[in-house]
């Protein structure tokens, strides 16, 4: 094969350990070999003889349904074997979409019908406060699981390197706050059930990105996510007893 620039670089992450197959969950050479004129051939793990990764031939809407059913496949795929790097824009827009949803609840239980307390529909106060109150919230729970994790399985999250991917994983797991938009503007009755199933959606996606990142039990990453919670609602119970609207 001719050291073309995309030869080389694969050929770099390849000596990194960059790429995972997506079955087995062990490294690989290379993902597919290029045999010139548009001929790929998708490469075959060593280890459990299946295609290493056989999302790089799927449509992204594909990929993204079986990331939505939570499939182990499809999270080593993006984690592993793609080069994405949106997880701080989309962590900074689901913590906005959780400000807001707490905003506009706080604005609806407001009860003063005063003319002028609708100054407050105006305050930007309340809404960077809401944004504040979620991030601290959301590095709580991180946190938590880093601990637990950490302390538990020392061995897994020895490096700079190892700490980032996990970091990447959880954030990008997250994304199902994305929905809590659509729930708030198609009110309705059944609105806190849809959160309900929105909060635990996105749990068990983390769950996913934890074990599939460590290469762990189901066990353990629950164990993580339940130190995180408690965390989490450590901090809620803090700013609830300072008198903050929560």
Not at 8 to 26: F, S
Not at 28 to 43: F, N
Not at 44 to 67: F, G, H, M, R, T
Not at 90 to 113: G, K, M, P, T, V
Request: charged share 20%; with cysteine.
């Amino acid at each position: 094969e001719a050291l073309t620039g995309r030869g080389v670089l694969r050929r770099a992450m390849a000596a990194l350990g960059a790429y995972r197959c997506i079955e087995c969950n062990r490294e690989a050479a290379e993902l597919y070999r290029d045999y010139q004129r548009g001929v790929l051939r998708i490469s075959i793990c060593k280890s459990c003889q299946k295609p290493v990764d056989k999302y790089i031939e799927y449509d992204p809407v594909i990929i993204l349904i079986n990331a939505i059913l939570c499939k182990a496949q499809a999270y080593r795929h993006i984690l592993f074997n793609t080069k994405i790097n949106i997880h701080g824009k989309l962590c900074i827009f689901c913590l906005l979409c959780e400000a807001y949803l707490r905003w506009l609840q706080l604005q609806d239980s407001s009860q003063n019908i005063d003319p002028d307390d609708l100054i407050r529909y105006a305050k930007e106060w309340d809404f960077y406060r809401m944004f504040g109150i979620a991030s601290l919230e959301q590095t709580s729970f991180l946190v938590g699981i880093f601990i637990t994790l950490w302390w538990m399985r020392p061995k897994m999250l020895k490096t700079k390197s190892d700490f980032i991917l996990l970091l990447k994983a959880l954030l990008l797991s997250s994304y199902g706050k994305l929905l809590l938009i659509p729930a708030v503007i198609w009110e309705h009755d059944y609105t806190p059930v849809c959160l309900a199933f929105i909060k635990v959606f996105v749990l068990i996606s983390n769950s996913q990105a934890i074990r599939v990142t460590l290469n762990l039990n189901r066990l353990l990453p629950w164990l993580a996510i339940v130190f995180g919670l408690i965390l989490e609602n450590g901090v809620v119970c803090s700013f609830q007893k300072m008198g903050w609207d929560v």
